[in-house]
């Protein structure tokens, strides 16, 4: 599915491009921490159409944290971050001509990738002390990522200045993960366990990336 969708992007960028846009972009995700207000980079709305067609773009996200299923226990705060995640989507749009609005319905698909990726190291202790119901732990753990993929959908809010200038407001969910190998040794106790360490070698761990994006941009058309 990975290769595929690369593929696909591929072949879809050796194609002129109709129109296009600039973004500020903001990333609200569920368990974790507000994204920067505006994103260092973001170019979205590169497609082939007018009513109905395809499109994809680029966003690099300053994120502070993200949460990670498949742990041996669930928590909800981020377990990751510091760190910035490059994402592309690729989409279908259908758009509704409202006069000088036209509403875009789009959907699809998206690759992102985390540059770096930190382990929010408080979170993280603070998570497995209270799994093994110690007074105190220290975790010593590693992240080995691979590329995440997920869908996406929403809505988008177009209006036109002339005809080659446009603004936009968008609005979409996500939800994709990036599976991860977190592994290492934590060390702590208690009164009644004593100091102990102990290794970790978890290989399907997972950093999500599910939450709620907002754009606003300017669309040039050709």
């Not at 809505?155 to 200045?161: C, G, P």
């Not at 991860?180 to 290989?203: C, N, R, V, W």
């Amino acid at each position: 599915m990975k290769r595929l969708f690369i593929l696909a992007l591929c072949l879809f960028l050796s194609y002129i491009s109709f129109a296009q846009g600039v973004s500020f972009s903001y990333l609200i995700p569920k368990n974790g921490y507000l994204s920067a207000p505006v994103s260092p980079f973001s170019v979205r709305g590169i497609g082939l159409g007018n009513k109905l067609g395809i499109e994809t773009g680029a966003t690099l996200y300053s994120i502070p944290g993200l949460a990670m299923e498949k742990l041996p226990f669930e928590y909800n705060k981020p377990l990751t971050g510091p760190h910035y995640a490059l994402l592309v989507p690729m989409e279908l749009f259908f758009k509704i001509p409202l006069g000088p609005v036209q509403i875009k319905l789009l959907g699809g698909g998206f690759a992102w990738w985390n540059i770096n990726t930190r382990i929010n190291e408080g979170n993280m202790d603070r998570a497995f002390r209270d799994y093994e119901g110690w007074d105190v732990l220290n975790t010593h753990f590693k992240l080995e990522e691979k590329l995440g993929l997920g869908w996406m959908a929403g809505i988008e809010f177009e209006f036109k200045i002339n005809n080659n200038l446009s603004l936009t407001a968008e609005s979409q969910y996500l939800k994709g993960a990036a599976s991860s190998q977190l592994s290492g040794d934590y060390t702590g106790g208690s009164g009644s366990t004593g100091i102990q360490t102990k290794a970790l070698d978890l290989e399907d761990t997972a950093i999500l990336l599910e939450g709620l994006e907002i754009s606003l941009g300017v669309k040039f058309s050709k």
